[in-house]
């Protein structure tokens, strides 16, 4: 199973990159839900998983999603882009922040992100500009929040929307505000890999209340359903453009066990980052790679802990030393602007930034539920590397 020269290692076992953490809480609301008569979208734990997504992003209106990138799909709808509107966005960022858009016949333009956190350069925002220009999307990469504050003047003075896509960043903090409540909406991942997940899922935050009744009118299909159930109107029926992006309530059940223990797998994922972070220090300085250093107030939420070797031979030779211990290690976008469809769309400038951290970033295990002899061995597998 195991390169058998590597004896330290031999009666370990292999730690994945992620490990899909339960709270051995969810089969009971999934039972719960089913006991309840009612499983298609909206329901009794739909309704609790809103109230805990609203408390911990203070959003106007919380919508439960199927996944991150159909609540991105809602954004596009909602602003009614089409073709010829442009989207401001990062290369280095998940196809579906792109996807979105050029589903409504709009161009994505890519900008360049910072060294220190991965983010869209602010600085390199006005300048992509133009006419046509009607959406700024960000991401907080790993939960380390972008400069929403400079941000957010550069589109008021545009008259453009700010959209977060906050996949990385629920529970996280930027200069003392919430991740995901400055934009005009911001989205949500509960796909396996985000810090609370139900396998598949996702949310649309709107923190405008223009957007709410919209917005449940093209998450139900295009019909007024979600009035009719609160007795608004008499009879429901088709009144705008839609699709189905309910999740049923056995997700949400799934997702509502996740949410009530926020907390407890929030401050297990931050013992593994700082752990990480104080233990690999000594051995960054003197093997030439960058450990993840944020500014005071950047209240992260432990999504991920990167490294980022001196060049992309000392990460291919690092990722390979990490699978002879029996870690995986996994690096991460490649960037839109290289890829064979984003090839078509524009870039602002040169992406040097986006190019150089692409190809030296790789990201360690880390996930709740992280055992302390998993810990220990790959902190003993990173420390091992030269
Ligand atoms: C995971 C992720 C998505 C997509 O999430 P899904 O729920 O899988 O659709 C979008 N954007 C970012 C930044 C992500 O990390």
Not at 298 to 310: E, Q, R
């Amino acid at each position: 199973r195991r390169n058998s020269s590597c004896s330290l290692t031999e009666e370990m076992d292999e730690i994945p990159f992620n490990r899909p953490y339960a709270t051995g809480g969810e089969l009971a609301l999934i039972q719960d839900a089913m006991s309840r008569g009612h499983l298609a979208g909206d329901g009794f734990y739909t309704k609790r998983a809103r109230q805990l997504l609203t408390d911990l992003t203070g959003g106007e209106s919380v919508l439960l999603t199927t996944s991150c990138t159909h609540a991105l799909e809602m954004t596009a709808l909602l602003l009614r882009l089409g073709e010829g509107d442009e989207v401001i966005m990062p290369s280095f960022t998940f196809v579906s922040c792109a996807n979105a858009f050029v589903l409504r016949g709009a161009r994505p333009v890519f900008v360049d992100i910072k060294r220190k956190t991965h983010n869209i350069d602010e600085s390199q925002i006005e300048r992509a500009i133009t006419d046509r220009t009607r959406a700024i999307v960000v991401v907080h990469y790993a939960g380390a929040g972008c400069e929403m504050d400079q941000i957010m003047a550069i589109a008021e003075r545009h008259g453009v929307t700010v959209i977060e896509d906050n996949a990385h960043g629920l529970g996280g903090r930027i200069h003392g505000q919430t991740l995901g409540a400055m934009g005009a909406m911001s989205t949500l991942s509960f796909h396996e890999t985000k810090n609370i997940q139900c396998g598949e899922g996702g949310a649309l935050v709107l923190n405008r209340p223009e957007f709410v009744e919209r917005a449940e009118i093209i998450r139900e299909k295009g019909t007024n359903r979600s009035r009719f159930f609160r007795g608004q109107v008499d009879k429901y029926t088709w009144v705008d453009a839609g699709s189905s992006y309910l999740p049923s309530e056995v997700l949400a059940a799934f997702l509502v066990a996740q949410l009530e223990r926020f907390d407890d797998i929030q401050s297990q994922r931050m013992h593994v980052w700082r752990t990480y972070s104080q233990e690999l220090a000594q051995w960054a300085d003197d093997s030439g790679f960058e450990l993840p250093v944020y500014e005071p107030d950047v209240g992260h939420p432990a999504h991920i802990f990167w490294v980022l070797a001196s060049d992309l031979e000392q990460r291919t030779r690092f990722i390979k030393h990490m699978a002879e211990f029996g870690v995986k290690c996994v690096f991460h976008y490649v960037p839109l602007h290289s890829s064979p469809m984003g090839q078509k769309y524009p870039t602002s400038g040169q992406l040097s930034v986006t190019d150089d951290v692409s190809s030296r970033l790789v990201r360690l295990p880390l996930f709740a539920g992280m055992r302390n002899s998993e810990l220990e061995q790959i902190l003993a597998a990173v420390q091992s590397f030269r």
